[in-house]
């Protein structure tokens, strides 16, 4: 199976930065999964718990209020971005910045690291299934 966290419909509801750089990001994440590649014909959406945890981590802008949905964001390693979705697990070691806009007062907060590992946490919530020409049915319609 394969999996990716939406980062606009996910919400961040903690994030720890210890002294000595270590930390994690913890999400009500929304999920994508399938059987093929995930955005490309049939899909299952849903719920679960992510955890990103960090090494060399520093927080830039105020992290405020949590419990907060994301109204978009941006995983960059080395440069590369991936935009809107972060495909799982993100396992990754290089220049680091996960930037966040957060949805309660549009206020941007960004994780720079150098090291990021991807920890899905408990049971998957079927929301509902894609079908290959991008259809969606409820799971409990």
Not at 31 to 58: N, T
Not at 87 to 102: D, R, S, W, Y
Request: with cysteine.
């Amino acid at each position: 199976m394969n999996y990716a966290m939406e980062i606009h419909d996910s919400c961040l509801e903690e994030v720890i930065c210890n002294t000595d750089g270590t930390g994690y990001a913890l999400f009500n994440a929304s999920i994508f999964r399938s059987e093929g590649q995930v955005f490309k014909g049939a899909d299952e959406s849903g719920w679960q718990k992510l955890r990103f945890d960090f090494e060399g981590m520093q927080i830039e802008g105020e992290v405020g209020e949590l419990k907060t949905w994301a109204s978009g964001g941006t995983l960059c390693v080395d440069d590369v971005e991936q935009k809107h979705a972060i495909f799982l697990p993100a396992n990754h070691e290089g220049k680091i910045v996960f930037e966040m806009c957060l949805l309660d007062d549009d206020r941007i907060l960004k994780i720079h690291a150098r090291k990021v590992r991807s920890n899905l946490i408990g049971e998957f919530e079927l929301e509902g299934r894609w079908d290959a020409s991008g259809n969606f049915t409820r799971a409990n319609a």
